[in-house]
């Protein structure tokens, strides 16, 4: 017989395991007292030894099967509503709310001012039709635009009166009305819609090269080859131009031309008879403009304004006395302004002291003082140049001084570059009457039919103020179907329509106003100027919410209104 080993296998130590906890149990049973069990008195470590499951014959619960997933999460649910129903009232307290949410009345929900996709597309198209119908206001006429277009382009979904070729008989009436200035309408000329079409398309220009493109002057290519005139040759065109522009400057002293546009190669005059625009006396304006030009006009004595600046900025070569007192900065910028006439009074005047000298006795040597002179001169030089070239650089002469331009205009060489492809060619002068040594010409109209729903007409070159208006009269009288007209601007020439506001501002702030019953009398002494009376009313009229720059114009032929 073996001897018993010392040692002894896993289930037999779990067996010996096993019956030292069931003495355990059996030891805390038997010390506990003799009583029914209640919930009370049963302690939280006791063990349960129901072993009627086990004898039953019942498996235990897998606790990673589906079904107890769902019931542990509807038993967290139903613990969730045990809380809430449980919670204290403590926040329906503060609220003023009333505890049992089931009793509450359904709240009367305002969907109106809820964020939804429907109430803010509504919204927008509610805002969106305010702002059309702003936009899209009706009115009778169409306001006056002095800057000059490049292009004109009409739509209309039926086709024009006049897109076949001129008669002979229609072309010499438009000719005629145009260069006489009559109205076709109440005369023996050929009063048809063709004939009408080209009067109101008509223009003067001086000089007439057919081989150059002298407006728009920017647009010329810079890599062109240079003109190549003689001497001689550019002497007879200058020769010629100074009879003309003379020719054009006298007309529109005399009431006998409305205005006329200068277009240099760096800049563009709009030269305007007095009574046009409510302005009392002959005026001029250009743009742009840079420091160098305008120091040159302070040299020749031409006092000028910018309105399109700020207040504070616009005088720039007055004297001292007329001269606002505006704060620190900007009397400084006005004196650094007029420093060359100002150094010549207190040069002359001897109780007043140099500012120089002054310093120098503070102390500050000779380079201390240069270089403080040279600081208030790049100073000046920036703020001056600040707005060159922009809408702001525009300058504003009137009365006397438009006399003044003319001469110094008329004497500067300078104007007719030196080298280039408009070598030589002295600036282009457009007007809308007839002047000496101007040509008549008609900008080139294309037709267009695009897939025999939209006709449209083209034209290209400089349109006046004057001819738009003129051109829709036409089309009004003609009984046209509706129609849109587009343009395209000389971009430069922008700030003349929108300096109208100031320059009216600058006429109503006049002290010395003896004129008051010469502008009713406007219209009468530009009678013969060569507009009609109806379009004259708008160009004497001195309100400037007639005086806008605009883009397009739509006519409806309802009503016979316009929109833009």
Same mark, same amino acid.
């Given at each position: 017989?073996?001897?018993?080993?010392?040692?002894?296998?896993?289930? *037999?130590?779990?067996?010996?395991?096993?019956?030292?906890?069931?003495?355990?149990?059996?030891?805390?049973?038997?010390?506990?007292?003799?009583?029914?069990?209640?919930?009370?008195?049963?302690?939280?470590?006791?063990?349960? =030894?129901?072993?009627?499951?086990?004898?039953?014959? $019942?498996?235990?619960?897998?606790?990673?099967? #589906?079904?107890?997933?769902?019931?542990?999460?509807?038993?967290?649910?139903?613990?969730?509503?045990? =809380? %809430?129903?449980?919670?204290?009232?403590?926040?329906?307290?503060?609220?003023?709310?009333?505890?049992?949410?089931?009793d509450k009345p359904p709240a009367k929900v305002d969907t109106e001012k809820l964020s939804t996709f429907s109430n803010l597309l509504q919204k927008y198209t509610a805002d969106h039709t305010v702002e059309t119908k702003i936009v899209e206001e009706k009115h009778n006429h169409l306001p006056i635009d002095w800057a000059l277009r490049t292009?004109?382009?009409?739509?209309?979904?039926?086709?024009?009166?006049?897109?076949?070729?001129?008669?002979?008989?229609?072309?010499?009436?438009?000719?005629?009305?145009?260069?006489?200035?009559?109205?076709?309408?109440?005369?023996?000329?050929?009063?048809?819609?063709?004939?009408?079409?080209?009067?109101?398309?008509?223009?003067?220009?001086?000089?007439?090269?057919?081989?150059?493109?002298?407006?728009?002057?920017?647009?010329?290519?810079?890599?062109?080859?240079?003109?190549?005139?003689?001497?001689?040759?550019?002497?007879?065109?200058?020769?010629?131009?100074?009879?003309?522009?003379?020719?054009?400057?006298?007309?529109?002293?005399?009431?006998?031309?409305?205005?006329?546009?200068?277009?240099?190669?760096?800049?563009?005059?709009?030269?305007?008879?007095?009574?046009?625009?409510?302005?009392?006396?002959?005026?001029?304006?250009?743009?742009?403009?840079?420091?160098?030009?305008?120091?040159?006009?302070? *040299?020749? $004595?031409?006092?000028?304004?910018?309105?399109?600046?700020?207040?504070?900025?616009?005088?720039?070569?007055?004297?001292?006395?007329?001269?606002?007192?505006?704060?620190?900065? $900007?009397?400084?910028?006005?004196?650094?302004?007029?420093?060359?006439?100002?150094?010549?009074?207190? @040069?002359?005047?001897?109780?007043?002291?140099?500012?120089?000298?002054?310093?120098?006795?503070? /102390?500050?040597?000779?380079?201390?003082?240069?270089?403080?002179?040279?600081?208030?001169?790049?100073?000046?030089?920036?703020?001056?140049?600040?707005?060159?070239?922009?809408?702001?650089?525009?300058?504003?002469?009137?009365?006397?001084?438009?006399? @003044?331009?003319?001469?110094?205009?008329?004497?500067?060489?300078?104007?007719?570059?030196?080298?280039?492809?408009?070598?030589?060619?002295?600036?282009?002068?457009? @007007?809308?009457?007839?002047?000496? /040594? /101007?040509?008549?010409?008609?900008?080139?109209?294309?037709?267009?039919? %695009?897939?025999?729903?939209?006709?449209?007409?083209?034209?290209?070159?400089?349109?006046?103020?004057?001819?738009?208006?003129?051109?829709?009269?036409?089309?009004?009288?003609? @009984?046209?179907?509706?129609?849109?007209?587009?343009?395209?601007?000389?971009?430069?020439?922008?700030?003349?329509?929108?300096?109208?506001?100031?320059?009216?501002?600058?006429?109503?702030?006049?002290?010395?106003?003896?004129?008051?019953?010469?502008?009713?009398?406007?219209?009468?002494?530009?009678?013969?100027?060569?507009?009609?009376?109806?379009?004259?009313?708008?160009?004497?009229?001195?309100?400037?919410? =007639?005086?806008?720059?605009?883009?397009?114009? #739509?006519?409806?032929?309802?009503?016979?209104?316009?929109?833009?």
């Open positions: 017989m073996e001897p018993t080993s010392p040692w002894k296998t896993p289930n *037999q130590v779990m067996q010996l395991h096993k019956l030292k906890r069931k003495k355990k149990a059996l030891q805390e049973r038997m010390k506990q007292p003799l009583r029914p069990p209640t919930e009370e008195t049963t302690a939280p470590n006791t063990t349960n =030894l129901d072993f009627s499951r086990i004898i039953n014959g $019942d498996k235990r619960k897998n606790p990673f099967s #589906k079904c107890s997933a769902e019931s542990n999460k509807k038993q967290k649910l139903e613990s969730g509503r045990q =809380l %809430e129903e449980s919670s204290d009232n403590t926040l329906f307290a503060l609220l003023k709310l009333p505890t049992n949410v089931a292009k004109l382009r009409l739509m209309s979904a039926k086709p024009f009166a006049w897109t076949a070729k001129l008669k002979a008989s229609e072309e010499a009436s438009g000719i005629t009305g145009f260069v006489r200035c009559l109205d076709t309408s109440s005369l023996t000329l050929d009063t048809s819609p063709r004939a009408r079409f080209h009067q109101c398309c008509l223009y003067w220009q001086h000089p007439q090269l057919p081989w150059l493109q002298l407006f728009p002057r920017a647009a010329r290519h810079a890599a062109a080859p240079a003109l190549s005139l003689s001497t001689a040759q550019r002497e007879a065109l200058h020769r010629e131009w100074t009879e003309s522009f003379r020719s054009l400057f006298q007309l529109v002293r005399a009431l006998h031309c409305p205005y006329f546009y200068l277009c240099a190669n760096t800049f563009t005059c709009l030269f305007r008879a007095a009574g046009v625009c409510g302005v009392s006396e002959p005026c001029a304006l250009i743009a742009p403009t840079t420091r160098g030009f305008r120091q040159t006009l302070r *040299q020749e $004595d031409v006092e000028f304004t910018m309105p399109l600046r700020p207040d504070n900025k616009k005088r720039l070569n007055t004297s001292e006395e007329e001269r606002p007192k505006n704060s620190s900065a $900007d009397s400084c910028y006005d004196t650094m302004e007029a420093r060359p006439a100002q150094h010549d009074q207190l @040069a002359s005047s001897g109780d007043e002291e140099d500012p120089d000298q002054f310093l120098s006795q503070l /102390g500050l040597e000779t380079e201390d003082l240069r270089r403080i002179n040279s600081a208030q001169a790049r100073m000046t030089q920036s703020a001056e140049s600040s707005v060159d070239s922009a809408a702001e650089s525009l300058v504003l002469v009137r009365g006397a001084d438009a006399q @003044a331009l003319f001469n110094f205009l008329l004497n500067c060489r300078s104007l007719a570059s030196d080298t280039g492809a408009l070598a030589g060619v002295p600036p282009t002068l457009l @007007a809308p009457t007839a002047f000496r /040594g /101007g040509r008549c010409i008609a900008p080139i109209a294309q037709v267009h039919v %695009e897939s025999k729903k939209y006709y449209s007409i083209e034209l290209r070159g400089p349109i006046l103020p004057s001819a738009v208006p003129a051109l829709c009269g036409a089309l009004r009288a003609s @009984a046209a179907a509706s129609y849109s007209a587009t343009f395209a601007h000389l971009a430069p020439t922008l700030a003349f329509s929108w300096a109208a506001s100031a320059i009216a501002q600058e006429e109503t702030s006049k002290d010395n106003e003896p004129n008051h019953f010469t502008k009713a009398f406007n219209k009468e002494n530009l009678s013969d100027c060569g507009i009609n009376k109806d379009m004259l009313q708008l160009f004497c009229s001195s309100d400037p919410s =007639l005086v806008k720059s605009i883009d397009s114009v #739509k006519y409806n032929a309802e009503d016979g209104t316009y929109s833009w």
